[in-house]
């Protein structure tokens, strides 16, 4: 990555955008945990354990600056000023951001005004929510049988923009065998539920899992035509994931026979 060159005076300052992973501490990269022990300054996102935080040094100034869908939250361009003025002070600043930096976490805006400022600044990927999501119910977002890709995509867009062509997406995911991973949707569950409906089976399995490798861990498996109702039906809220493809057939089948799925899985080991 080219790094804009800082002033002399502001030589010793930098930036790291690291990624937290989905909230166990223990999936933590090892590069990531280092980079946050080494920090004078950190700011944290709302979604970041308290288990992760506690990893920064005792004398590192703890910065919250959560941002959370349909909540108060900091101003992304007064974040950008913060980091900016700490790295420009000679501090070694951590912007610990839930997930990954560069999937749905505002990474690459941040990665831009940094560098236009002239501070140099590095990403650490983190595991991302939705991966995490699935490989704790066992479950793979692609299979040689059952897709061929997967789709990260969010269920927000930002005010002003039309957001995803939920049709569009249906009818390429469905001809293309692609597992499709929806990022705060819960709260659109209905309308991207109807607009999947245009180009999707209305029997495709859907899982939800919401606080995705936290002992709050908790998912339901449904089907594209039920899925409105039964994330209303059972209580699911934000951070929640949306896992829509047959990768997840299995979920439902244990959901709706778990002898025969507990008789499978013995004879398997």
């Known amino acids: 990555m080219n790094q804009a060159k800082l002033p002399p005076e502001h030589a010793n300052g930098q930036c790291t955008l690291v990624g937290a992973g989905p909230g166990d501490p223990e999936l933590l990269t090892v590069k990531a945990l280092k980079a946050l022990q080494a920090a004078t300054v950190v700011l944290v996102d709302d979604l970041v354990s308290d288990e ?43 912007r610990l951001k839930g997930g990954d930096p560069f999937i749905f976490g505002r990474g690459g805006e941040e990665l831009e005004h940094l560098q236009a400022a002239g501070v140099r600044v590095t990403v650490i990927n983190g595991i991302t929510a939705g991966l995490a999501a699935v490989t704790s119910l066992g479950v793979p977002l692609t299979h040689r049988q059952h897709a061929h890709g997967v789709v990260f995509v969010t269920g927000h867009a930002k005010p002003g ?28 569950a209905r309308r991207i539920q109807d607009e999947l409906l245009t180009g999707l089976p209305a029997g495709t399995p859907v899982a939800v899992i919401q606080n995705a490798s936290l002992a709050t861990q908790r998912h339901i498996s449904s089907t594209l035509c039920t899925l409105a109702d039964d994330i209303e039906a059972h209580g699911m809220a934000s951070p929640s994931v949306i896992v829509v493809g047959d990768v997840v057939a299995s979920l439902a089948l244990a959901a709706a026979h778990p002898q025969a799925a507990a008789h499978s899985a013995a004879r398997a080991a």
């Open 161 to 188: 923009d039309a957001g995803t062509d939920w049709s569009a997406l249906a009818a390429t995911a469905h001809s293309a065998r692609l597992t499709l991973v929806i990022y705060m949707g819960v709260s659109g």
């Open 52 to 94: 992760i935080v506690a990893f920064a040094p005792p004398t590192a100034r703890i910065v919250y600056v959560g941002k959370r869908g349909g909540c108060q939250s900091t101003p992304q361009a007064f974040i950008e000023k913060l980091m900016i003025m700490a790295a420009r002070e000679g501090e070694n600043v951590v």
